[in-house]
Nanobody, 128 residues
């Protein structure tokens, strides 16, 4: 599986963006997928995740109510709709995927990132 993220940009406070993560490989349809972000000088952090069948969806507290994750397993794509963006959302956003359980995936992505598949980052900058 290979991942390609897109959709970042420069926006103002309160604006919206939709990130896309396109995957190659049929196995992606059975993978857990998620979005993570890394701001300058900070560690990479979990933003949102979704299981292959959408039974598990989780958000970081900082984005709950503003961000929505979704996936289209026919198009092999995961999306992150980001509304009401704030300057503190400024970061490089990375998509990731793996065959693990949601709990294992989230732990590995933050603690042992080599065990999941990552896309290249896409920059999101929110001006005040």
């Amino acid at each position: 599986v290979q991942l390609q993220a897109s959709g970042g940009g420069l926006v103002q406070t309160g604006d919206s963006l939709r990130l896309s993560c396109a995957a190659s490989g049929r196995a992606f349809g059975l993978y857990v997928a998620g979005w993570f972000r890394q701001a300058p000088g900070k560690e990479r952090e979990f933003v949102s995740g979704i299981s292959w069948n959408r039974a598990w969806i989780e958000y970081a507290d900082s984005v709950k109510g503003r961000f929505t994750i979704s996936r289209d397993n026919v198009k092999n794509t995961v999306y992150l709709q980001m509304n009401n963006l704030k300057p503190e959302d400024t970061a490089v956003y990375y998509c990731a995927a793996g065959p693990q359980s949601p709990e294992e995936f989230t732990a590995l992505a933050t603690q042992s990132p080599d065990f999941v598949t990552w896309g290249q980052g896409t920059q999101v900058t929110v001006s005040s």
